[in-house]
């Protein structure tokens, strides 16, 4: 309700409204409603992009919450881990480019493409047990 009225009192495209649109789908994620969090926030991924541009802070952080979205639920599948690790290889890559290395948000999306890329190679070269 309150985000709704954002929407209808900034427009869907504001950053106000944008960032609004990550913060719910961050507490989507954290009550564990995947499907909800990734389709709102892939909309939101998407209208910010388009409205403030791929180097904005908002696109940045909305592109690390979408990839959270893959990474906090144990049942995503490759496909979602490897489109989450596209989006997190832009921001990492503008991040470097915008802020540097050393800046603490380039580091903290770079973990969270460590991530990504963990989850990933665990789902598709799973550990075996040895039959005795």
């Known amino acids: 309700e309150i985000f709704a009225r954002r929407v209808a009192t900034l427009g869907a495209s504001h950053q106000k409204a944008i960032l609004s649109g990550n913060n719910i789908g961050h507490i989507l994620i954290k009550l ?3 499907p909800e969090a990734k389709t709102l926030l892939w909309e939101q991924l998407a209208r910010s992009r388009k409205a403030l541009g ?12 979408y990839s959270e979205s ?17 989006i997190m290889q832009d921001v990492v890559k503008t991040r470097r480019r915008v802020y540097g ?7 903290h999306s770079e973990a969270q493409l ?8 665990a ?10």
């Open 54 to 65: 791929t180097q904005h802070e908002n696109s940045l952080t909305l592109g690390e919450t």
């Open 123 to 132: 789902r598709e070269n799973p550990v075996r047990e040895n039959p005795a």
């Open 101 to 107: 290395p050393t800046h603490p948000g380039t580091r």
């Open 32 to 34: 564990r409603r995947f």
């Open 70 to 86: 893959s990474t906090d639920n144990p049942d995503a599948e490759s496909d979602e881990l490897r489109v989450a690790e596209t």
């Open 114 to 121: 460590s991530l990504v890329r963990e989850q990933l190679s």
